[in-house]
């Protein structure tokens, strides 16, 4: 089989990840107070729900900032990865903040349209301001964060949270627009119920991506399958087995396999065939794997583990 493999991805930057972070979190954070002041001072749900939105942003974006920081240090002895895994950890935990939030405002405004509370909204105007400067204030956090919201999982959850938080404040400047036409305080409740509403699909999503990773289920896009028989193809490489692929973090997928080789081969075919494994691994899939593990073993060699290990593939039966 030809093997044409592609350049991989640059990798990306912490510092300039920080950076924007700690940015975004400055706007957030202004603006949260105001909204915090004007949800009680107006009564409206569709504010209170927005602010208390706007704290799950800022707590993940403080997290988001902080994993930022400790992802830049080096691997020890103890932490062999390094802080990689706290992304996830970060991504998950922000994740249930926002199912939680929005089951929250789902239940108030039932309460508030069927249940007999109170849904009276003191002063519309200043809801209506607050909106404006709220969804202003989220475009330019948008802006800031766009262009690396890619990067990892931990500026991802960062950009959805500022994303969740912008579509909230257009909910509440139209309840305040729809109130101010129709009189209709009701709509407030309405307005809150749609904000959670557009929170818990992208809250359940970020979650399953999360999971996955601390599940070490295979990165996704790249079919152990299709690895497996490409790495059969390689001269000299007899089976493949023990085969396992999992991600540490965003941007840092990893495989090990045991590979058997043909007897009595040299050193220098030993460490060509290893060259040519990493390479696979590195540039032919779409999921460019650097980081990968290989046990050569000679034909017919037993481990006194193998009782613990996979069993064997067909290839190394027939062998």
């Known amino acids: 089989m030809s093997h044409t493999h592609a350049t991989p991805a640059a990798a990306n930057d912490p510092r300039a990840h920080q950076r924007r972070l700690m940015a975004t979190l400055s706007v957030t954070g202004t603006v949260f107070l105001v909204e915090v002041a004007a949800s009680f001072l107006t009564g409206s749900l569709a504010l ?5 939105h706007m704290l799950t942003d800022m707590s993940v974006l403080i997290a988001s900032t902080i994993t930022a920081i400790l ?29 939680i939030v ?3 405002a789902l239940v108030e405004a039932g309460m508030r349209l069927f249940g007999g509370s109170a849904n009276d909204v003191e002063d519309v105007n200043l809801l209506l301001f607050v909106g404006i400067l709220g969804l202003a204030a989220n475009v330019i956090s948008i802006f800031i964060l766009a262009s690396q919201r890619e990067d990892n999982m931990n ?4 950009f959805l949270e500022v994303m969740n938080d912008a579509l909230g404040s257009v909910a509440v400047v139209t309840s305040a627009l729809v109130m101010l036409s129709t009189g209709w305080s009701g709509f407030d409740a309405v307005a809150g119920a749609v904000i959670a509403l557009l929170m818990i699909p992208r809250a ?5 991506n999360a999971v996955r990773v601390l599940l070490e289920e295979t990165p996704k896009g790249l079919d152990l399958d299709a690895v497996r028989a490409h790495l059969e193809s390689v001269p000299h490489v007899v089976a493949v087995h023990d085969l396992h692929a999992s991600t540490v973090s965003t941007g840092m997928p990893i495989l090990m396999a045991h590979i058997v080789v043909d007897k009595g081969l040299t050193m220098e075919q030993a460490s060509t065939i290893l060259e040519q494994l990493q390479d696979c691994l590195r540039e032919h899939f779409p999921v460019s794997v650097p980081h990968t593990t290989f046990q050569l073993e000679p034909e017919g060699y037993r481990s006194p583990s193998d009782a613990e290990m996979h069993q064997p593939t067909a290839a190394e039966h027939a062998h």
């Open 48 to 52: 209170l729900v927005d602010a208390g």
């Open 71 to 99: 992802m830049r240090r080096k691997p020890s002895n103890t932490r062999t990865w390094g802080w990689a895994r706290l992304e996830v950890l970060t991504a998950a935990v922000g994740a249930l903040v926002l199912m």
């Open 102 to 104: 929005g089951i929250y």
């Open 155 to 158: 500026m991802k959850a960062a």
């Open 204 to 208: 359940i999503k970020l979650l399953h």
